[in-house]
């Protein structure tokens, strides 16, 4: 399998400080051609950098995860902003709104949301959206905002398919990981086969949320096989395919030529 995209991946995460070098090496012996490595908080984004401006192959998304942004100082968002004129950053991300993990007010969240999208605006650069638990405001605020004009990726989607279909209408990507393997995932299975083909990514989310037959163990970029394989057999496609369609769409949603 060669030239899949993993559009999604955290590998400057802790949890590879043992082996980064060889979880890497494992990603592109499987086929893994590019890694949009996520930077979303004050700690991840100088490590995302790093990880960029050291591999050819891995980009940068960088932005400030709804959990994090009570932590917002004076000068981080124009930060921020100042990073979208770096030639490995492609995005910003991850940003939107979690209303599962309760650790930023709301509306701390939806403030840093809208400013966020502004800069993506200013900037010309897509975003990709973290949403937990918070799909009605996600989308009242990407259509307030005109999001639109940039649109971008709704991360590891895991929303119902009315939802999913109107972020398509607001030119966005949807893009799914591993929980989309689950044997038990119904809804996911439901939305990916529903999916245009010319709107589907697909992602890792390491070290999180790892593909059966890896559930419950630390995930990684080379396993974004298994979601593509997934994918391939909802879609009735081969996976090679599957590969091609979805790499195109990454290129084309990320202006990667």
Not at 66 to 85: H, K, Q, Y
Not at 158 to 185: H, Q
Request: charged share 25%; with cysteine.
């Amino acid at each position: 399998m060669k030239g899949i995209i993993d559009t999604h991946t955290h590998m400057d995460s802790p949890k590879f400080d043992n082996d980064r070098a060889e979880a890497i090496q494992r990603a592109r012996e499987a086929g893994v051609e590019l890694m949009f490595n996520v930077g979303f908080n004050r700690e991840t984004i100088p490590t995302t950098l790093k990880l960029a401006e050291t591999h050819p192959f891995i980009y940068a998304i960088v932005g400030w995860h709804p959990t994090d942004t009570v932590d917002l100082r004076e000068g981080d968002l124009a930060w921020i902003e100042s990073l979208m004129s770096h030639p490995k950053v492609a995005a910003i991300g991850e940003i939107g709104l979690d209303y599962y993990w309760d650790t930023s007010p709301k509306e701390v969240q939806q403030q840093a949301f809208r400013d966020q999208i502004a800069i993506a605006k200013r900037c010309r650069k897509p975003i990709v959206i973290h949403n937990r638990d918070a799909h009605e405001d996600v989308v009242r605020i990407l259509r307030e905002e005109k999001a639109d004009e940039v649109g971008g990726i709704m991360h590891c989607f895991s929303g119902s398919w009315e939802t999913a279909k109107k972020c398509l209408d607001m030119n966005f990507y949807i893009s799914f990981g591993g929980p989309v393997t689950f044997k038990n995932a119904r809804v996911p299975k439901e939305v990916l086969a529903q999916v245009p083909l010319d709107r589907l990514l697909l992602e890792t989310d390491s070290p999180y949320l790892a593909p059966h037959p890896h559930r419950g163990k630390r995930n990684e970029s080379s396993f974004v096989t298994l979601v593509a394989e997934t994918a391939a057999e909802i879609k009735g496609k081969s996976v090679e395919e599957i590969v091609s369609i979805t790499s195109a769409n990454a290129r084309k949603c990320f202006q990667i030529s």
